[in-house]
């Protein structure tokens, strides 16, 4: 989830944000487009304008309180080592009296605070990146946290099966003598939420039939086992894919674990790539997509070697075979489909047009994908304008719309889009320029938990919560 290498600022223009489109998961129906500044001047949008925050962290609506949960390497860990850094994407799990929180760490090689190697819980003990699973009260207020994955490396997405567990995701390629790294990595690997015992010698299980290469995201179909995966590269761009359980498999707790453990579990099931075609005619880039409300069919595309041994997943295919997206990043599933971001796009690193933000549909039953949500390059970042980019992680909210999380140039919010399509400012960053992680609500949804990744904060926001304006 942290922005590539290449700056994005040096690309944008004075281009107008474009329309927004958006349907969005739960009950919500899709939407027409209305014009970005639809509401009338003055006229409170969302929760209203944010309030400045005299202790500089997080500025929110009148009303609305944050505590902060965790700070990485000032708060302790259950065994007194510091939290660690750079926490990204959550899984929020209900518990009795309050939430358990499985929260991703994207620790590459050098961060300050690493994920502790632990008997039974460790992949590759020549990495430093992981899991931590964090128990709260119903008021937000933290009450343990600890190990539940680690030895692994740039964990930074995800997604929450429909069992109740967290899949956990590398975003590296890295092969073993690479950084100290003792193993190959860019797995999915699964965390219970339950205990850290629960996890002991099962959670370091990497899922190989899921594929080795720069994971992003998942959202796992209820009905069929069936998980879907974002890849965030470049050189080229990288993919959407499916994979399809083998015939007879029953999701459930345990079930992914014991499929990878089992004989040929490394291939087991398909993992194919996304191709969309308009018209008969195939589409090279997602970013060819310009109108919400644009659909696409869909073709999958068998994967030759999901492992990666000599080739990356996503140089096996040509750009006619398959189609490319750039930053492909969260997703959430709901409405009978998945919902996956494009965070931006830009014609110098191989896209077919330029954007700060997409959210797409893919409708299973259809075989199709909609383009929801489209943010046009945002022409000044570091000014907080109503202009937003760079969307990453998504969650559907209890109240309608959803929640995006801004990972983009200049100033960082957490962007609230209404049921009618209207984007507001849920919260804003005033600590630094660092991005907003993991937004995710409560089960009984009176708080949305989130995490700034630089310095670590892990944040619990609570306010009168109702249906966005």
Known sequence: MSTAPLNRRGFLGRTAL??????????VEALVRPAFASAAPGQAIGYGPLVPDPNRILSLPVGFSYTV??????????????????????GVFARPGGSTLVTNHEIGSDEPFGVPALD????????RGGTTTTAVGADGARQGQYVSVAGTVNNCAGGITPWGTWLTCEET?????????????????????????????????????????????????????????????SGPNGLYYRWTPPQGFRGGPNALRELAQSPGGDTAGALQAMACFQGGTHVPDLSQATEPGTVYTVQWVGV??????????????GNDVVTRSRKLEGQWWGDGGAYFVASYARTSDG?????????????????????KTLFGVNPDPAVDTGNYDGPDNITVSPY?????????????????VTAEGVPFAMARNELNDSEFCGPAFSADGRILFANIQSPGLTLAIRGPWHRPL
């Open 351 to 371: 896209s077919v047009a330029e954007h700060d933000g997409q959210v797409w549909f893919y409708d299973p039953a259809k075989q199709t994908v909609t383009l």
């Open 400 to 416: 309608g719309g959803v929640i995006l999380a801004e990972d983009g140039e200049g100033i960082s919010h957490l962007v609230g």
């Open 120 to 127: 039974g819980l460790t992949y590759d003990t020549g990495a």
């Open 18 to 27: 474009t329309g927004l489109g958006v349907a969005l998961a739960g009950s």
């Open 173 to 233: 390629e890295a092969r073993a003598g690479e950084d100290g790294f003792l193993l190959d990595h860019g797995y999915v690997f699964e965390v219970d939420p339950a205990s850290q015992d629960a996890n002991r010698g099962k959670s370091p299980v990497p899922l190989k039939f899921l594929g080795r290469y720069a994971h992003e995201a998942v959202a796992v179909d209820p009905a069929s086992s069936t998980i879907y995966l974002t890849e965030d590269a």
């Open 69 to 90: 949960v965790a700070r990485s390497g000032e708060t302790q860990l259950d065994g007194g080592v510091p939290v660690p850094s750079d926490p990204d994407a959550i």
């Open 304 to 317: 030759p070697d999901r492992d990666a041994t000599s080739t990356s997943v996503r140089e096996q295919f």
